[in-house]
């Protein structure tokens, strides 16, 4: 009889424990992930602002940085040499680069005038390569807006016009977009609708424009910044050491006070960031640990996260019955509703949401491979140069 008990009293205890963990995982979707999907249908898309007339258009330097970037740059460049914008600079900072890259960039400045090429032969200690490049490139330049962008971006030829409409419409010092990333196969589009869904709930791109909160986004690919509000931000110099200088770039420019805000570009400025899932893997290695300020604590947060909010529920539905039923199925129906929406916009079909339990457990595989390598390497290998993880530390925004 008192095994009875004992057992009856395991029984609710464990049913207890369950109700509370999955109601917190269906309250996290119901409270911050519904309200981020809801809030993702605001954001501007650039296709539905016209492109703005020539005596609309402020001077623009677009600039990037360029380093050993022979394969993916022709094909960047040409797209930006058919840009149709009235006061366009192009400042590309080629950065050390080993390959033909410099000699890519300097045939493509004689058939395009608006092109200029910074020479960068040496790395100042106190910098990573990235920022020390961006930096120069801004020393260089001349426009009343900044458009800083990366080395295989490809852009449309109104894309700049439409994006300028907007920031005047809405009256923006900083805009960064959500561009189209090009995906080839059954494990990248898993990977990276993933990524997409994560990136949402990670950063809430809504309250950007939002002065009262705290929420920031800067992309790389595309990141349209008045130059007064980037250098009363303290331009790269800020950011001479971060890893993610694109979001930190974002991050100082809201925190200055400037009107921030993100919109969606699709096809009118596309990228294509990794081919294939290893290079995928290889690709972020520097970036996840980072994105957790290099701190155990915050990695294995965002580890238990993923764990607990994209895969648990799934793998429990078969064996939960009741109000804990009831809580996985808000959950999942959730989730893969929102990843469902992500993977559209992103131009893949929305039935990838389905893998949703896969694309956490490579992208929590990810996180962790990102955490080992870089604390027993002591720091990262970015572009082929080492940065300690201490003066990291020291450099984080």
Known sequence: MLGYRVGTFQHQFMRIIGLVFFGIIAIFWIAHGLRVALGALTLPWLKDFAA???????????????????????????????????????LAANDRST?????????????DSRLKVVNIEDLPAGWLGKPHALQRAYEASSGEWLLFTDADVRFRADAIRRAITLVQAKKLQHLTLMTDVEMHGFW?????????????????????????????????????????AYEASGTHRRLCMEVLDDMKLAKIVKQGGFRCAVGVAQDFVTVRWHAGIRNIVRGVTKNFFAGAEFKLSIAALQLLGILCANIVPFLALPFVHGWILGFVIVSVAIALGFHAGTARVMRASPLYALT??????????????????????????????????EELRRGIV
């Open 99 to 111: 390959d033909n890259t410099e000699k890519i960039l300097r045939a493509a400045a004689q058939r």
């Open 188 to 228: 990248e589009k898993t990977v990276l609708t993933f990524f997409g869904l994560g990136f949402h709930l990670a950063t809430n791109p809504r309250g950007v424009s939002d002065p009262r909160s705290s929420a920031y986004i800067g992309i790389g690919a595309f990141q349209l910044v008045k130059r007064t």
């Open 356 to 389: 949703q339990p896969l694309g956490a457990a490579i992208f929590g595989y990810m996180l962790l491979r990102s955490t080992i390598v870089t604390l027993r390497q002591g720091g990262i290998v970015w572009r082929e140069t080492f940065y300690p993880l």
């Open 52 to 90: 703005a007339r020539d005596g609309d258009c402020p001077r623009v330097t677009l600039l990037f940085a360029a380093r050993d970037e022979e394969e993916k740059l022709p094909q960047a460049l040409e797209t930006l040499r058919q840009i149709d914008y009235p006061a366009l600079e192009i």
